[in-house]
C-alpha cells in the first residue's frame, strides 16, 4: 500500500495543529488497517564496498587522523570554515510500518525535499529554502541579528502560511544557520550536533558519546554509529527509538557527501521503520546581499510572529507596555535560560481570515543552567524529572489573553479544583489563582504541572511550575525587573 507522508520538516504553526493532527490519526488509522507483514528497509549498498581502517590521512597528508573523533572534528572544523557557499541537498525518505499489538499491517511510503542553502559567513548572511514533495516549503533567513522564517503548508484548502521574526540578542556562533541535515522525522539540523564530543576534554583525540566505527572505500571517508531513543529529538508526532547512522565525507576536504539513517519508532501507538538519504553537493558563491535574505511577510499569513530576545541577566522589554516581573536571576540551581518578548497573530483557518487572535507577553524560562533542555536532572528541593522548569508569562492586566486566562481561572476555582486567595505580592496587593494542570502523557510516564496565575494593578503572571517545585517557594521571590 502507498501512500503519502505527512511531512513533518517543518515546524508547525499553531493554527495548522488541528490539521496535521487530523492528518496524523488518519494515517494511524490507515497503517492499523493493513494486512501485509512489516519488514526493514534494505540497507544501503554503500557498505559492501568499504573496508576497515583505523588510520586516515588528512588532505594535506602530513598528518595521521587515527580516531574517529579526530575524524568527526575534521569534519566540523570543514562545515565551519566555509566561506561563501551554496549547498545543495536533496533528501528522501522511504518507510514500512505497521500496528505492534496484532498481526503487523504493512504500509509503505516515501517522502522527498529539496534543499537550497546559501551562506555568506563574513557578512553574517545566510539563506536556507527547503522544498518538500508535497508542495510545502519552508525558507529560513538570517542577516546580522535578525532570523526570518516563512513557511507554507500545502493542503486541499489552498495552503496555510505562517511569517516569524526573530531578533537575537547575540549573533549565532559558528555558521549564520547551521549545515542542514535532515528534518522530516528527526530534528537534525545543524550538522555539527550529529556527533557530540565528549565534554570531558578538548583534546582532538578525545572519545565520542557514541561508539563510532570509521571505514574507508574509493569514495572517501566512512563514519559510523548507533543512537538510542535519549539520543534524538522527536520530530512532530514520530518518537524515534533508535537508528543507525552512515556519513560518508570527501577524503580531501572532510566535508559532506552523503549521510544515510536507519530508523525505528512509532507514530501514535504504529511501528515504523525506515531509510533517509542525504545527499550534499558544496559550490563556491561571490556572497550575499541585503535583498537576498530580505523576506517580508506574506499576503494573509495565519500566523504572524515576532520576538525579540532579552537579556537574561535582566530581562526587561522596553516596549512591553505593563508590569514586569521575574523570580531574579535564579531560582535554587536553575537559571533563566529564556528571555523574549513574543507578539503573535493567528487568523482563523476559515477562508475568509476574518476571526483573528493575538498575543503579547514577555517569557521567561528557568531551566537547569549545566545540562541541556532535554536532560534528566536531580536538584535540591525539586524532584527528579526529565525537564525541571518554571515558565513564567507576563501579560497586560486587561489583555484579551489574560481576561480568558481568569475567566478560566475562576470556573477551576468554582469546581473545587483550584484555590483562590488574596495576599501581597512584590509589595502589591494581590488575587492569586493555584491548582494543578491537566496529567500529560509523556514518553518517560505521566506528569502534572502546577500552574500559578497573579493578578496585580499593572500585570496578569502565570507561572508554570514542574512537579517538585511548590507554589510557596515561588511566590515571594516575584519581583518587579530592575
Given amino acids: 500500500m502507498n501512500m503519502t507522508w505527512p511531512t513533518s520538516l517543518l515546524r508547525k504553526p499553531k493554527a495548522v495543529l488541528a490539521v496535521m493532527a487530523t492528518v496524523a490519526l488518519a494515517s494511524s488509522l490507515i497503517l492499523a488497517s493493513c494486512e501485509e507483514k512489516t519488514s526493514l528497509p534494505t540497507p544501503s549498498s554503500t557498505q559492501s564496498s568499504l573496508s576497515s581502517t583505523t588510520s586516515i590521512t588528512s588532505p594535506g597528508g602530513s598528518t595521521s587522523l587515527e580516531s574517529p573523533a579526530q575524524i568527526w572534528a575534521a569534519s566540523v572544523r570543514a562545515v565551519e570554515s566555509l566561506g561563501p557557499t551554496r549547498v545543495s541537498i536533496s533528501e528522501k525518505y522511504t518507510w514500512q510500518g505497521g500496528t505492534s499489538n496484532s498481526s503487523p499491517a504493512a504500509v509503505e511510503g516515501s517522502a522527498s525535499s529539496q534543499i537550497e542553502e546559501l551562506l555568506d559567513p563574513p557578512h553574517r548572511r545566510a539563506r536556507l529554502t527547503v522544498t518538500a514533495s508535497d508542495g510545502t516549503t519552508k525558507t529560513v533567513t538570517i542577516d546580522g541579528l535578525v532570523k526570518t522564517t516563512v513557511t507554507w503548508f500545502a493542503s486541499a484548502t489552498g495552503g496555510l502560511a505562517s511569517y516569524q521574526q526573530r531578533h537575537l540578542l547575540k549573533p549565532p556562533s559558528g555558521l549564520p544557520l547551521p549545515l542542514y541535515a535532515g528534518g522530516m522525522l528527526l530534528e537534525n539540523e545543524d550538522y555539527t550536533k550529529l556527533l557530540e564530543l565528549s565534554p570531558q576534554t578538548d583534546s582532538p583525540a578525545q572519545e565520542l558519546t557514541s561508539t563510532v ?167 535540591p528541593g525539586i524532584e527528579a524529572s526529565p525537564t525541571p522548569r518554571i515558565q513564567m508569562e507576563t501579560r497586560a492586566p486587561l489583555a484579551e489573553n489574560s481576561r480568558t486566562s481568569r475567566e478560566w481561572a475562576e470556573q477551576r476555582v468554582l469546581a473545587g479544583n483550584w484555590q483562590r486567595l488574596t495576599d501581597r505580592v512584590a509589595g502589591r496587593r494581590a488575587l492569586i489563582y493555584v491548582g494543578p494542570q491537566e496529567q500529560i502523557e509523556q514518553p518517560w510516564g505521566t506528569t502534572q504541572s502546577t500552574s500559578v496565575c497573579v493578578l496585580l494593578d499593572d500585570a496578569w503572571v502565570t507561572l508554570t511550575l514542574d512537579p517538585g517545585i511548590a507554589p510557596e517557594d515561588v511566590l515571594p521571590l516575584i519581583q518587579p525587573v530592575r
Fill in 213 to 379: 566505527q570509521t571505514e574507508r572505500s574509493s569514495e572517501g571517508l566512512l563514519l559510523k554509529w548507533d543512537s538510542e531513543a535519549k539520543q534524538l529529538r522527536p520530530q512532530g508526532e514520530f518518537w524515534p527509538k533508535s537508528a543507525q547512522w552512515r556519513l560518508l565525507l570527501d577524503s580531501a576536504t572532510f566535508l559532506p557527501r552523503r549521510l544515510e539513517v536507519d530508523l525505528s519508532g512509532e507514530l501514535e501507538g504504529v511501528t515504523l521503520v525506515a531509510h533517509g538519504v542525504l545527499e550534499y553537493k558544496f559550490d563556491g558563491i561571490s556572497g550575499l546581499t541585503e535583498d537576498d535574505v530580505f523576506l517580508s511577510p506574506p499576503t494573509g499569513p495565519n500566523e504572524k510572529v515576532v520576538v525579540r530576545e532579552l537579556d537574561p541577566n535582566s530581562p526587561y522589554s522596553p516596549s512591553a507596555k505593563w508590569g514586569q516581573y521575574w523570580l531574579g536571576p535564579t531560582f535554587g540551581r536553575l537559571v533563566v535560560r529564556v528571555a523574549e518578548h513574543r507578539t503573535y497573530e493567528l487568523s482563523s483557518l476559515a477562508t475568509d481570515n476574518t476571526q483573528t487572535e493575538s498575543d503579547d507577553a514577555v517569557i521567561l524560562t528557568y531551566a537547569a543552567a549545566e545540562l541541556d533542555e532535554n536532560s534528566a536532572v536531580a536538584q
